[in-house]
């Protein structure tokens, strides 16, 4: 069963509301595979789906590269990556050297909260789709 549920807002108090509703939508809509988890600390960022970054302290992350190939023979082509932050904090996620973009390795985020980034992998690489909102790319 799926669930439609509308999730803009650009009133930060809604946040925490529209994090449950999309919980709750993602349960009802198990067939499209999505992961949504929280991030609370430091540490590895699981591929594909949502991370939400809420650590309360400037968060340093690290995102493996996609596997290269299709996901029907083991690869992560086309797997979607969504990084969004919930508080506040200057979040730097590392990846292998040019696993972003082909030419970067680290997603550096502004410190503000809704800075986000959405990746699609493509041959061992994550590839920004349209544009990250308070997260700047650099290779390291």
């Known amino acids: 069963m799926t669930q439609s549920?509308?999730?803009q807002t650009t009133n930060p108090a809604?946040?925490?509301d529209r994090?449950?509703?999309l919980q709750i939508a993602v349960q009802l809509?198990?067939?499209n595979n999505l992961a949504v988890a929280k991030y609370t600390g430091a540490g590895a960022i699981a591929l594909g789906g949502v991370a939400f970054l809420k650590t309360g302290t400037a968060g340093a992350m690290t995102l493996?590269?996609?596997a290269p190939g299709a996901q029907n023979a083991g690869g992560n082509d086309g797997m979607r990556m969504s990084l969004v932050a919930l508080d506040a904090e200057a979040?730097?996620?590392t990846g292998p050297s040019d696993s972003m973009?082909?030419?970067d390795d680290t997603a550096t985020f502004g410190g503000a909260i809704g800075d986000s980034i959405e990746f699609l992998a493509f041959g061992g690489v994550w590839y920004t789709v349209g544009?990250?909102?308070g997260v700047t790319l650099s290779a390291v």
């Open 64 to 66: 493996a590269a996609p």
């Open 91 to 93: 979040y730097v996620v």
């Open 14 to 16: 809604e946040f925490p």
């Open 29 to 31: 809509d198990e067939a």
């Open 131 to 133: 544009t990250p909102k």
């Open 5 to 7: 549920v509308n999730f």
């Open 101 to 103: 973009n082909g030419a």
């Open 19 to 21: 994090l449950t509703e």
